[in-house]
């Protein structure tokens, strides 16, 4: 298969070495890392080791593939700059897939192309840049796949089998909609705190006060999720979200990774957001402001 994976960091780079296996992968993301691997090729290591020979470049302009699948990875501030330089290359038979954090990334990509040439993802892997041309992988986790309406369609099956393929566990979901809230809750209780404090995530475990805040934080995101419909449990998030925390108490936020490089953050499409929606339902959402407010301190946002 043809794919094309816009928005080259860490996971995009992750999932394009791992399908580059077994099908004509282009990476489109930015220098110094695309020069990097034009030259000396993509290295994988931590949780896994893999050493790639693949396309890169820097703008869609310089795609030679006519893609069966775009594979959309970038920030979700970037969402809807990068769908529209993919448009030249999405054609009738073009599947677009968002595998993105944030509540907003589906709504942006909407405006700009067809909704039912649209699959959602999320995943639980973990990777972050070492240097330029190397990923480290921190941690493996699960990918859901799903259509919009929930249907299980030829297309989402062929997907997720390559996906599985090329040693990505993938699963589909009959409520894609539903795992991109429950993403968004757990990241919404991590990584503000994490990126505040600038701390690892495990360590919003060990201080008794932050362990508190992460419950007040997981139970008012899930209020919000409740009142949009969405069939989710306090008790059960507020245990999956200390489930991550462990999975991944030796990581660093996607957040706090942000603030570190002095880039924007995810801050709008997680926590605002949630906010907005909260505002609609008429729900008090202090903590999700609180925490806004703390990132947009530390950074334009």
């Known amino acids: 298969m043809n794919i094309v994976i816009f928005g080259a960091g860490a996971i995009g780079s992750l999932f394009g070495a791992l399908l580059a296996k077994n099908n004509t992968v282009v990476l489109v993301g930015r220098a110094p890392h695309i020069i990097a691997i034009q030259q000396n090729g993509l290295n994988i290591n931590g949780k896994t080791h893999l050493h790639v020979k693949l396309s ?20 979700s501030y970037d969402t809807e700059t990068a769908i529209k330089h993919t448009l030249p290359l999405i054609h009738d038979e073009t599947v677009v897939v968002s595998l993105q954090n944030g509540l907003d990334n589906i709504e942006k990509i909407e405006h700009i192309v067809d909704k039912d040439c649209i699959v959602a993802g999320v995943t639980t892997h973990g990777a972050i840049f070492s240097n330029p041309g190397v990923i480290k992988h921190t941690g493996k986790g699960k990918t859901f796949l799903g259509e919009l309406d929930g249907r ?50 495990g360590y919003l475990l060990e201080n008794p006060l932050l362990y508190k805040i992460v419950e007040v934080i997981s139970e008012e995101s899930t209020n919000i999720a409740q009142a949009e419909g969405i069939k989710l449990t306090t008790s059960d998030m507020i245990q999956r979200t200390k489930e991550v925390i462990r999975e991944t108490a030796s990581n660093y936020s996607s957040m706090l990774q942000s603030i570190q490089q002095r880039k924007n953050t995810e801050i709008d499409s997680i926590n605002r957001k949630l906010v907005i929606i909260g505002k609609r339902h008429r729900i008090n959402t202090p903590m999700n402001k609180i925490l806004v407010e703390l990132v947009m301190s530390l950074t334009d946002g």
């Open 56 to 75: 890169a470049v820097e703008s869609v302009k310089d795609v030679s593939i006519s893609p069966n699948l775009i594979l959309l990875t970038v920030k």
């Open 152 to 201: 299980r369609s030829k297309r989402l099956e062929n997907i997720v089998h390559l996906f599985n393929e090329a040693g990505i566990e993938t699963q589909i979901s009959d409520d894609i909609v539903k795992e991109i809230w429950v993403k968004v809750i757990i990241n919404s209780s991590i990584n503000p705190l994490t990126a505040f404090f600038n701390c690892k995530n």
